[in-house]
T-cell receptor
Framework: KNEVEQSPQNLTAQEGEFITINCSYS?????LHWLQQHPGGGIVSLFM???GKKKHGRLIATINIQEKHSSLHITASHPRDSAVYIC?????????????FGQGTILTVHP | EPEVTQTPSHQVTQMGQEVILRCVPI?????FYWYRQILGQKVEFLVS????????KSEIFDDQFSVERPDGSNFTLKIRSTKLEDSAMYFC??????????FGSGTRLTVV
């Protein structure tokens, strides 16, 4: 069964720290998504990656296709970054397929 | 920015009752999905819908569930004869050409 594994499951940081969340998957994918879920439950898409690196503000996402691994970095973390960060992939050849989700990383940033 | 709209935000229903969860996807999107998240668990795929028919469904999506796009804009998930274990957050999502996923804010279904 194709799985998506994230680490760590829980992450606590002090404001200003550099944060890395990791994601690994089992077989070839067409796309990988990093998502953010706030306590109210809503899900927001942060990045969609199929190769290389993307940056948006303080967030950076990278993917290594050969190693089947992706990382989400947050620079200069802030308490408002506290949320669940979820990695999800589309297995197979089309970028319109269903998402297979990781279990999420609970990030808490303290002032 | 275009949004996927879900209603209601919270629904409480008696076990055995039917519920309809509603979604209005982004207007020029072509692919539509329902996912659910049981409290404390991963988000799970239920069903995908393209060109007015189901393109893929999971093992969870049995005869109790159905989807429709009745009027070309709304996209509904019907759950017949709800069970306690159907209590979850249900997310609608859509994708357009060259775009990533856009999720709705979810419907929290509580079966009592």
């Amino acid at each position: 069964k194709n799985e998506v594994e994230q680490s760590p499951q829980n992450l606590t940081a002090q404001e200003g720290e550099f944060i890395t969340i990791n994601c690994s998957y089992s077989v070839g994918i067409s796309a990988l998504h990093w998502l953010q879920q706030h306590p109210g439950g809503g899900i927001v898409s942060l990045f969609m990656l199929s190769s290389g690196k993307k940056k948006h503000g303080r967030l950076i996402a990278t993917i290594n296709i050969q190693e089947k691994h992706s990382s989400l970095h947050i620079t200069a973390s802030h308490p408002r970054d506290s949320a669940v960060y979820i990695c999800a992939v589309i297995y197979g050849g089309t970028s319109y397929g269903k998402l297979t989700f990781g279990q999420g990383t609970i990030l808490t940033v303290h002032p | 920015e275009p949004e996927v709209t879900q209603t209601p935000s919270h629904q409480v229903t008696q076990m055995g009752q039917e519920v309809i969860l509603r979604c209005v996807p982004i207007s020029n999107h072509l692919y539509f999905y329902w996912y659910r998240q049981i409290l404390g668990q991963k988000v799970e795929f239920l069903v995908s819908f393209y060109n007015n028919e189901i393109s893929e469904k999971s093992e969870i999506f049995d005869d109790q569930f159905s989807v429709e796009r009745p009027d070309g804009s709304n996209f509904t998930l019907k759950i017949r004869s709800t069970k306690l274990e159907d209590s979850a957050m249900y997310f609608c999502a859509s994708i357009g050409q060259g775009n990533g996923y856009t999720f709705g804010s979810g419907t929290r279904l509580t079966v009592v």
